[in-house]
């Protein structure tokens, strides 16, 4: 597979546990917010001893509370079409899977699912579809899609911003998904071990592993710079993916100067119809996730990490203090699953067994409790604070005050709009100790933002 090296990334992952010293000197360049090398974050990955990865998870937590503070963003996930044209033998989608219930949303039906979303207080939807034959037709339909979720309003609410997690398309058609006013483009790249893809995408246009490496360049090509990126962990050796990762994104900054805006850390689920899916040959324990990710924190210090609802609320709410800076709530697999209130693993119309099944209200009750503050905020897409210009405000540490002062405003929206009595009183604790902990000039604007919201009005930013 282009720009992933197996022999250097097989000999990273037998490396034995450094010395202490050596140790002790990557740990520094954490602490510095420092990039480290596939190398670097090789040796954290083969640490064993208890005491040095209670290190590791410690300065995880402080290189995330320092580049982005306290601040969680929510988001959910928006499945508008599972009639797939590829074989991933892993996904109930897969053209052959004949379990699984089909279908294609129209506009209206999307239009009804983000209403539905916006009435329980989501702001940030992350759009994700299956790919037809013909991507003309797909990015006609994509596009209508993204202009049919940000015409909905609830109230005062709308969508302030539209992920996505698309197959890869032209240059051309990532212009058409740019102007239509996407945020971040995600792909996953599922196995970065070539025989592996090869062996799991049978015919279809995922078949190709290279084309869909080039989906980025692509993308960046096309202006979009803000990208997600990550391996689907449990169908090949955890270690090798994570070191391909860090490779896939040391070849994006040499040629492009930029790496990706957020990496995600799936792990498989059972899926209905899929045997692969329920295999356990590649799975590895909880500790080691949980040190992968917080590996994943120091060695790109400025990526945001995703954590989507194929954990468990306990996993989930463990890795919130291992960098974890994103996390998706009350997500539904399936094309129109917003519908039901009933069991989301009961129906065979979803991609994949989901383990945290809580409503966006206990997902933010869990936030407040542990000190976390929830976040809506979508302002850096809509200042064009992305790509480079996002990378030199992160870098220096300067986010940290605009993500503050936005999560503190878009929570308190709500709070206002959606909140039950019990979650409003937490919340309001925790923005009253938030508040008397910020420099005093942010404390200014948070607090004519709240003036703003005490009239009634809504979205306003820094
Ligand atoms: N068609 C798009 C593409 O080609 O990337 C979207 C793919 S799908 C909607 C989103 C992601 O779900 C996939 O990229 C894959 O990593 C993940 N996925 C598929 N089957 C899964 C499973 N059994 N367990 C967990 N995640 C799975």
Known sequence: MKHIDEEKINRLIQLPQCSRSEFDAIIEKSKNLQRLTTEESAKLLAVKDKELIDIIYSTAKYVKDTIYG???????????????????????????????????LTIDEIKEQTRILLERGHKRILMLSSESANEDDDIEYFVKAIEAIYSVSVGKNKVKRINVNLAPLSVENFKKLKKAGIG???????????????????KGPKSDPDNRLDAIDRA???????????????L??????????????????????LGPHVVSVPRLEPAYGSEISQSKKYAFTDDEFKQMVAVIRLSVPYTGIIISTRETAEMRNELLNLGVSQISAESRVSPGGYE???????VKDVQFKLNDQRSIEEVIADLVAYGYMPSFCA?????????????????????????DINALVTFKEYLEDFAAPEV?????????????????????????????IDKGIRDEYV
């Open 184 to 202: 971040t483009y995600q792909i996953f790249q599922e196995t970065y071990h070539e025989e592996t893809y090869r062996k799991l995408h049978g």
């Open 424 to 452: 409003k009183k937490h919340g309001y604790k925790l923005i009253e100790e938030k508040l008397a902990q910020m420099p005093e000039t942010d404390k200014n604007v948070v607090l004519k933002f709240f003036e703003d």
């Open 70 to 104: 306290k601040r969680v963003v929510l988001f959910v996930p928006l499945y508008i079409n599972n009639i797939c044209v590829n074989e991933c033998q892993y996904c109930s989608f897969c053209k052959n899977n004949k379990v699984t219930i089909r279908k294609k």
């Open 379 to 403: 302002a850096c897409y809509r200042r064009e604070r992305t790509g480079k210009v996002f990378m030199s405000i992160a870098k220096p540490g300067n986010i940290k005050s605009k993500c």
């Open 340 to 346: 039901r209130l009933d069991d989301h693993n009961a």
């Open 220 to 234: 960046f090509k096309a202006g979009i710079d803000d990208i997600g990126i990550g391996p689907l962990y449990g």
């Open 236 to 257: 090949y050796d955890y270690k090798f993916e994570t070191l391909a990762m860090f490779e896939h994104i040391a070849y994006l900054e040499k040629e492009f100067g």
